[in-house]
């Protein structure tokens, strides 16, 4: 069984490599499987939505492209920006808040 990953909210002030692609990771596992009957998830892989960890300004992001939103929609509707939070209370221990 894989162990669940632990986050603080003090290591999520500094940025490594390592921890990106740990984000990276636990963002894929909580968008992108299925935890119950009635989740939704993407289609679309994270490769095909363009999937982004980001540590700007001291904050962690993830961005893709929302894949299933009309063409003909607003920028800011075909684009999922959140900002990755520490919860050890999560299986994926990762909240994320709307942006």
């Known amino acids: 069984m894989q162990q669940r990953p632990e986050f603080t909210a003090f290591q999520l002030t500094h940025y490594t490599e390592t921890l990106r ?6 963002v894929v596992s909580l968008v992108w499987t299925k935890t119950g ?3 939704a998830v ?3 892989t994270p ?3 363009d999937l982004a960890v980001h540590f700007l300004y001291g904050r962690w992001f993830a961005v893709w492209e929302d894949r ?3 063409r ?7 684009t999922e920006v959140v900002r990755v939070l520490a919860d050890p209370d999560s299986p994926f221990g990762i909240v994320l808040q709307e942006v």
């Open 42 to 44: 993407p289609r679309y």
């Open 72 to 78: 003909d929609a607003p920028a800011d509707l075909q």
């Open 37 to 39: 009957d009635e989740d």
């Open 47 to 49: 490769a095909e939505c």
């Open 68 to 70: 299933e939103a009309a």
């Open 21 to 26: 692609r740990e984000l990276y990771d636990a």
